[in-house]
Antibody, heavy 121, light 110 residues
């Protein structure tokens, strides 16, 4: 069983960059850069539904929600078992609970508890 | 990518069944057998309860079942229990390594 934990600032100013880290732990995985799993960021504005932000696959392939594609970057530090989310030029609409998730199939099997990021001056 | 359409709410008495629909298109739900369902209690992370349309992860009660017909998937919760009161979200693979979630349904156990 894998455990995921998000971390990062809870408050970001408008027009600045949101940066989050997801740390993966568990005996079944030695690196997030693995063919057996892929990783994703999913967000949920307060009181609203879930939105897929993007995913990272083995070898460095990344895929993003088309509505965010120009502003989002997902990257990985395999040696530290962490992956990252960067969202540029944020606005109040980016205020949400951000979840990191992992998958060994075509679904999101493992989730972090989530972290609330508020965009406000 | 437009969100999949779910009814905002559903309800049932303990022991009854409730079915939640998830309407997509021929580009997502209708194109792939990769529909998953998540249960989310307030303030908690979503939990996977159904994957690949009708498969249950280990530990998920068989009261939860999934199906699909055309562009619409469904989740049925049989023998409703108080702990089933939560929000439920469907999710579909939408091609090109992308995913789309449903709008969410809040289930109340009366």
């Amino acid at each position: 069983q894998l455990q995921l934990q998000e971390s990062g600032p809870g408050l970001v100013k408008p027009s600045e960059t949101l940066s989050l880290t997801c740390t993966v732990s568990g005996d079944s995985i030695s690196s997030v850069n693995t063919v057996t799993h892929y990783w994703a960021w999913i967000r949920q504005p307060p009181g609203k539904g879930l939105e897929w932000v993007g995913s990272f696959y083995y070898g460095g392939s990344t895929y993003y929600n088309s509505s965010l594609k120009s502003r989002v970057t997902i990257s990985v530090d395999a040696s530290e078992k962490q992956f990252y989310l960067r969202l540029d030029s944020v606005t109040a609409a980016d205020t949400a609970v951000y979840f990191c998730a992992g998958s060994d199939g075509v679904e999101f099997d493992f989730w972090g508890p989530g972290t609330l990021v508020t965009v406000s001056s | 990518q437009s969100a999949l359409t779910q009814p905002p709410s559903a309800s049932g008495s303990p022991g009854q069944s409730v079915t939640i629909s998830c309407a997509g298109t021929s580009s997502d739900v209708g194109a792939y057998d990769y529909v998953s369902w998540y249960q989310q209690h307030p303030g908690k992370a979503p939990k996977l309860i159904i994957y690949e349309v009708n498969q249950r992860p280990s530990g998920v009660p068989d009261r939860f079942s999934g199906s699909k017909s055309g562009d619409t998937a469904s989740l049925t919760v049989s023998g409703l229990q108080a702990e089933d009161e939560a929000a439920y979200y469907c999710c579909s693979y939408a091609g090109r390594n992308s995913f789309v979630f449903g709008t969410g349904t809040k289930v109340a156990v009366l």
